[in-house]
Every structure is written in structure tokens, then in C-alpha cells.
């Protein structure tokens, strides 16, 4: 099966600006979750996505938010970026609690 | 709320020597706990999970709920073991795939 595939896999936006993610889940599994990554922070959980309706969320401000689709394809949005957006977000998909797979991240830097 | 700590941000040891990577949990909970780890270059990956009880790569893990531990260990360190390690908790009382990490451990096998 194919992997998680995340687009695009990098991104430069300024302050202000917002974002959108997107996140293909493997075949069959119908969850999936964002995280954060970031060298002070390490992994932090954005949020989780089952079935097209949002299962778990982290302690995020308002202005990160997620979708589900109906093939289970994912995305996610960033409003007003702010320098401390920077990082790297990965997304992962599940079929079982079990384990995770996760995507190669999509790099996005805020100037 | 649930906590995960590694100690060790950098741990380097030799080829052949036994080798312990830390991971400490703080959960009032029933945990169920995981040790993720990423390559050079590569993905997030599940490396085990303690419901299994199993060896992957020669790394074993057990849970210890009095020391609120889940060490990873292997007792010969190889080259390709090399890798950043994170270990991850998932809480049993909430549905979903939600995990939370530690900080994380580069690990570095001398030759």
C-alpha cells in the first residue's frame, strides 16, 4: 500500500497570511491526526479525525483547524500565521489505536 | 493531564555495548505506552508497543506502572541503530489514537 502522503511538502508564508495542509491517509484507514513538530516544543498533538468528524483536539488556539473528507483525506488550516507557526507538521493514520503512520511532514517556515 | 519525559536529549554509545534509552510517564490512568523511532531521512515509525511484548531489533521495553517507566533497551548496540527515539502515551480511557510524546533521544552508535 502507499504511505501517507502529505502536500506540499514545504511552505513559505509571511505573518498574517493562512495556510491549508493536506494529508492522503494509506487505503482503509479512516483516521487521522496532525501534530506539530518543533525543536522547543517536540510533538505536540493539533488534532484527530475520524469519519469525517473531529474525535481529539490539542491545546491549540482557535486558529488551527481540520477537516475530514469523505475518502478520508485530511487537511488542515492555519489563520493569521504568526512567526511561531513555524514548524513541521506531520500527519499520521490509523486503522487500529494501535499504531500510527506517519506522512514525511510538510515544512512550513512564517517570515 | 499526561506527561512524558526522556531525560537524555543525546545519548552516544559503543557498537556492542548494551544500551537504555529512558522514558518516564506521568498518568493517573491506565497508559498504554510506545516507542517511536525516526531514521535519517526517514519517517516516524512504530518501533514496539508494550501491549505486545515483543523484540523488534533486538529492543525490548517493559512497563513498570510502580516506577511509571517504559526504558527501552537493547543489550548489543549496532551501527544502524542510530536513530532519534521518542517514546509515546496513549491514554486507554479515550477513544482515538491521540499520543502524546516525549522530547525525544538521539541516539549514536559509535563504531
Known amino acids: 500500500k502507499a504511505g501517507v502522503t502529505q502536500t506540499p511538502r514545504y511552505l513559505i508564508k509571511t505573518r498574517g497570511q493562512q495556510v491549508t495542509l493536506s494529508c492522503s491517509p494509506i487505503?482503509?484507514?479512516?483516521?487521522v491526526s496532525w501534530y506539530q513538530q518543533t525543536p522547543g516544543q517536540g510533538l505536540q498533538f493539533l488534532f484527530e479525525?475520524?469519519?469525517?468528524?473531529?474525535?481529539n483536539k490539542g491545546n491549540f488556539p482557535g486558529r488551527f483547524s481540520g477537516r475530514q473528507f469523505s475518502n478520508s483525506r485530511s487537511e488542515m488550516n492555519v489563520s493569521t500565521l504568526e512567526l511561531g507557526d513555524s514548524a513541521l507538521y506531520l500527519c499520521?493514520?490509523?486503522?487500529?489505536?494501535?499504531?500510527?503512520?506517519f506522512g514525511p511532514g510538510t515544512r512550513l517556515t512564517v517570515t | 493531564a499526561q506527561r512524558v519525559t526522556q531525560p537524555e536529549k543525546l545519548l552516544s554509545v559503543f557498537k556492542g555495548a548494551p544500551v537504555e534509552l529512558k522514558c518516564n510517564y506521568s498518568?493517573?490512568?491506565?497508559?498504554?505506552l510506545f516507542w517511536y523511532v525516526q531514521y535519517s531521512r526517514q519517517r516516524l515509525q512504530l518501533l514496539l508497543r508494550?501491549?505486545s511484548r515483543e523484540s523488534i531489533k533486538g529492543f525490548t521495553a517493559d512497563l513498570n506502572k510502580g516506577e511509571t517507566s517504559f526504558h527501552l533497551k537493547k543489550p548489543f548496540a549496532q551501527e544502524e541503530d542510530s536513530a532519534m527515539y521518542y517514546c509515546?502515551?496513549?491514554?486507554?480511557?479515550?477513544?482515538?489514537?491521540?499520543?502524546?510524546f516525549g522530547e525525544g533521544t538521539q541516539l549514536t552508535v559509535n563504531p
Open positions: 499520521a493514520s490509523s486503522q487500529t489505536r494501535y499504531e500510527q503512520y
Open positions: 487505503s482503509g484507514h479512516r483516521s
Open positions: 479525525y475520524f469519519s469525517e468528524t473531529q474525535r
Open positions: 498518568y493517573s490512568g491506565s497508559p498504554e
Open positions: 508494550h501491549i
Open positions: 509515546a502515551l496513549r491514554s486507554e480511557e479515550t477513544s482515538g489514537s491521540r499520543l502524546t
